[in-house]
Structures are given as structure tokens and as C-alpha cells.
């Protein structure tokens, strides 16, 4: 689907949800959850980031009626999002989380059905070892299937920096990968 395509079907779906279809509403909050959870996961476990982003989707809900322009959803409810991740994390003692539970928070679920593929291993653990401002943005576009303009709205930054964050990314990946496959490879 081209970005224009995207977006435009996205501003339909909020004229639709704000006149009260569930539906509409019900594919907005597929389409933004796992930003959501990418978000909100800055500070915190996967749990706790999931149960922010159900309530920043119950808060969006509700206040929808209030958004005057529907090609402004994105950074709206991104600053939802921000807002109850920092009042949650503010409130919440946060014990620090093991490797295991940070990883397996971004596991794709594409690659999650083949946990027993090194090679996958070796994919999820590059992206994690990215910056988090650099994991995020490549996380949303290519596991997610977010266009830059969504990405650079929802974290409100130039999409000048949502292109270099994924440049940087690619480049950080293949270095990362180029050396766990030849590893992986040489040990066959």
C-alpha cells in the first residue's frame, strides 16, 4: 500500500471512529498497539507497556471527539501514549528486567515462529542491540510496516530523522549481521 493509501484510509477511519463506529475505531487501535507497546517500552517491562498502551487506546477512545483534524491521529495519540507511559512509570517501581524479557519484548512476530532458527536469533538480537531511538523507528517500518511520515508524527520528529535513524539502522544491522552469519556459518 502506498504511504498516501495508508494515510488516507487511516484519516477515514477517524472520521468514522469519532461518529461513533467501533469497527473504524477497532482497526486504528490494530494499526497503532504495537507503536504503542514500542513506545511505552522505553521505560518499561513488555507487561506494563502493553497494559499502557490498552489504556492509551481506552483514553483515545473516549476523547476522540475532541480531535479536530483526523491527519493529526498520529502525533495525538503519540503524546497520549507518552503522557500515561510516563505517569505509569513515574508510579511504578521499575526492578531492572532480565536480557531475556528485553528481547523477547521486540521479538517480531514473524520471527517468533521460528525461535529455533539461528539465523533468527541472530536478527532479533542485531535489532536489539540497536540504539533504542534508532531500534524503534526500524522496528515500526520494517516489522511493522509503518511509512516514515506515521513514524516521524508519532514520536513528533523531522522525517529527516526517521530516514537517518533507518539508514542508521541498515547500516548498524548489516555490519551486525554480516559478522553473526559468517560466525554462524563457520561453525556448520
Given at each position: 500500500?502506498?504511504?498516501?493509501?495508508?494515510?488516507?484510509?487511516?484519516?477515514?477511519?477517524?472520521?468514522?471512529?469519532?461518529?461513533?463506529?467501533?469497527?473504524?475505531?477497532?482497526?486504528?487501535?490494530?494499526?497503532?498497539?504495537?507503536?504503542?507497546?514500542?513506545?511505552?517500552?522505553?521505560?518499561?517491562?513488555?507487561?506494563?507497556?502493553?497494559?499502557?498502551?490498552?489504556?492509551?487506546l481506552i483514553a483515545a477512545f473516549k476523547a476522540?471527539p475532541r480531535l479536530e483534524s483526523p491527519d493529526?491521529?498520529?502525533?495525538?495519540?503519540?503524546?497520549?501514549?507518552?503522557?500515561?507511559?510516563?505517569?505509569?512509570?513515574?508510579?511504578?517501581?521499575?526492578?531492572?528486567?532480565?536480557?531475556?524479557?528485553?528481547?523477547?519484548?521486540?521479538?517480531?512476530?514473524?520471527?517468533?515462529?521460528?525461535?529455533?532458527?539461528?539465523?533468527?536469533?541472530?536478527?532479533?538480537?542485531?535489532?536489539?542491540?540497536?540504539?533504542?531511538?534508532?531500534?524503534?523507528?526500524?522496528?515500526?517500518?520494517?516489522?511493522?510496516?509503518?511509512?516514515?511520515?506515521?513514524?516521524?508524527?508519532?514520536?513528533?520528529?523531522?522525517q529527516t530523522t526517521v530516514k537517518w535513524r533507518?539508514?542508521?539502522?541498515?547500516?548498524?544491522?548489516?555490519?551486525?549481521?554480516?559478522?553473526?552469519?559468517?560466525?554462524?556459518?563457520?561453525?556448520?
Amino acid at each position: 500500500m502506498h504511504e498516501s493509501d495508508w494515510i488516507q484510509e487511516e484519516e477515514a477511519w477517524v472520521v468514522l471512529a469519532r461518529e461513533g463506529d467501533l469497527a473504524a475505531f477497532d482497526r486504528l487501535a490494530g494499526r497503532y498497539r504495537a507503536a504503542a507497546i514500542v513506545m511505552a517500552g522505553r521505560t518499561m517491562p513488555k507487561e506494563m507497556a502493553e497494559d499502557v498502551a490498552q489504556d492509551s487506546l481506552i483514553a483515545a477512545f473516549k476523547a476522540l471527539p475532541r480531535l479536530e483534524s483526523p491527519d493529526k491521529f498520529a502525533s495525538w495519540f503519540g503524546a497520549i501514549v507518552r503522557n500515561r507511559a510516563k505517569r505509569t512509570a513515574r508510579q511504578t517501581p521499575m526492578a531492572a528486567a532480565p536480557l531475556d524479557e528485553l528481547i523477547a519484548a521486540y521479538a517480531p512476530s514473524i520471527l517468533a515462529q521460528i525461535l529455533d532458527d539461528e539465523r533468527s536469533r541472530a536478527v532479533r538480537c542485531a535489532i536489539q542491540a540497536l540504539q533504542p531511538e534508532v531500534r524503534d523507528v526500524v522496528e515500526l517500518y520494517y516489522l511493522h510496516e509503518w511509512p516514515v511520515k506515521r513514524i516521524s508524527e508519532f514520536f513528533l520528529l523531522p522525517q529527516t530523522t526517521v530516514k537517518w535513524r533507518l539508514h542508521t539502522g541498515r547500516e548498524q544491522l548489516r555490519r551486525r549481521l554480516s559478522r553473526s552469519l559468517e560466525e554462524y556459518d563457520g561453525n556448520e
